[in-house]
């Protein structure tokens, strides 16, 4: 089992930055791609980054390209996803994933989840 805590959400204002923090604990020796989804009322919850396990991979959807930066240190356990420009649109809970055998970056193949951290962006 892996259990994934995330932090670093909260307000912030059209154009500025976030970094969201993940850190796993558990049976982290395990190799897992890891993989940040979000979600906004009302609406299915989505892909927004996602790094394998050595972190030479990365993966971004088209709405966060050249904005998002997703990394990750496996001696601190921790994935991070640095956010620039942000906009209204980025509102959203934000949860941090470990996937062990990846096949894909559909949320209903992840096989573990964080509670999410919310971030409001306001214009």
């Known amino acids: 089992q892996v259990q994934l805590a995330e932090s670093g959400g909260g307000l912030v204002q059209a154009g500025g930055s976030l970094r969201l923090s993940c850190a796993a604990s558990?049976?982290?020796?395990?190799?897992?791609?890891m993989a940040w989804f979000r979600q906004a009322p009302g609406k299915e919850r989505e892909f927004a980054a996602g790094i394998s396990w050595s972190g030479g991979s990365t993966y971004y959807a088209d709405s966060v390209k050249g904005r998002f930066t997703i990394s990750r240190d496996n001696v601190k356990n921790t994935a991070y996803l640095q956010m620039n420009s942000l906009k209204p649109e980025d509102t959203a809970v934000y949860y941090c994933?470990?996937?062990?055998?990846?096949?894909?970056?559909?949320?209903?193949?992840?096989?573990?989840w964080g509670k999410g951290t919310l971030v409001t962006v306001s214009s």
């Open positions: 994933a470990a996937d062990v055998i990846h096949t894909g970056w559909d949320y209903r193949g992840m096989d573990y």
């Open positions: 558990g049976r982290t020796s395990s190799r897992y791609y």
